[in-house]
């Protein structure tokens, strides 16, 4: 038997793709869960047989990936925000860029049989779901494309582990501040939920099993939200085609926060439709956000130590 509140995952940076370095020292993460596994593409003969049966099936692909939930923490995932982003911290600042970045994830899980050992070498986050809903935490999931998967009951030789940090999860009542939308005077939301794929990829190659690695693609960076409707402002941005910007502070009143900022963006669907009687009506809207020239980004992460 192993027990689910056993499990530990960690990771490290790594400088070779789809290569764990040598005496790694792990970070351990905070995590909700997992749902990483491999994948293995097999192809079926297809052979006439008088007798019915298909005479062979054959494996022609591996690779792995999956999401890892998790509760937003102020310097829990700032490695693989690097990841997301394609790019290096710079002053406490994050902009999207084209330097991929992959690393080595590791999940522990205490059996019976004693310790088990699943890796992922070339682990490249594709992808990040962010959601903050009133009286609730902000809670998100990475989507990551790996090389494929080892299972050991062997730690790596040399292999330490650092401890995940004690910072409190965030939440989206008291530690959201100052969000902002160009247009739109003092905007009352009830959700907003956020979406950005790296629009990765594996890529096969006839010679191996193994995908020879994994492309990114263009940043597309989308997102929800919920408003209490109160004037037009949210809708106008939608109906008139106008260009705007979402700015929002997550974490502490003076440090250990994020801020999240897309400065250029437009609303690509917007409606105010009635619930039925005794409830709030709510404007329901959707948008993209675009590259800014000013800002030389789509998106600009801002951390305050």
Request: proline share 5%; glycine share 8%.
């Amino acid at each position: 038997m192993t027990d689910s509140s056993s499990m530990r995952m960690a990771y490290i940076a790594e400088t070779v793709y789809g290569v764990t370095p040598a005496t790694p020292v792990f970070k351990t993460m905070r995590v909700t869960g997992e749902s990483i596994k491999p994948n293995k593409k097999y192809v079926s003969s297809d052979e006439i047989r008088a007798d019915g049966n298909i005479p062979d099936l054959t494996l022609v692909g591996s690779e792995a990936g999956g999401s890892i939930p998790f509760e937003l923490s102020y310097g829990s995932y700032d490695d693989l925000f690097e990841g997301l982003f394609r790019n290096t911290w710079a002053a406490n600042v994050l902009k999207n860029g084209v330097t991929p970045k992959s690393y080595t994830l590791e999940k522990l899980m205490v059996a019976e049989s004693g310790n088990q050992f699943h890796r992922y070498p070339g682990t490249r986050v594709a992808g990040l779901s962010l959601s903050l809903k009133s009286q609730d935490k902000v809670t998100g999931s990475f989507d990551v494309l790996c090389k494929g998967m080892t299972a050991t009951q062997t730690i790596v030789t040399g292999a330490t582990y650092t401890a995940a940090n004690g910072n409190p999860v965030i939440n989206a009542a008291n530690n959201v501040a100052n969000l902002a939308i160009t247009g739109v005077t003092s905007p009352q939301i009830m959700s907003l939920n956020l979406k950005i794929s790296n629009n990765a990829a594996q890529q096969p190659v006839v010679g191996q099993v193994d995908s020879k690695g994994i492309r990114h693609g263009s940043m597309m960076i989308t997102g929800d939200l919920e408003a209490y409707f109160v004037d037009k402002d949210l809708l106008d941005l939608y109906l008139n085609d106008t260009l705007s910007s979402l700015s929002l502070d997550m974490g502490g009143v003076s440090g250990l926060k994020y801020n999240l900022n897309l400065p250029k963006l437009k609303f690509t669907d917007g409606s105010v439709p009635n619930p039925g009687k005794d409830q709030d009506v709510m404007a329901k809207m959707s948008f993209q956000a675009i590259y800014d020239s000013t800002s030389g980004a789509t998106a600009v992460l801002t951390r305050t130590p």
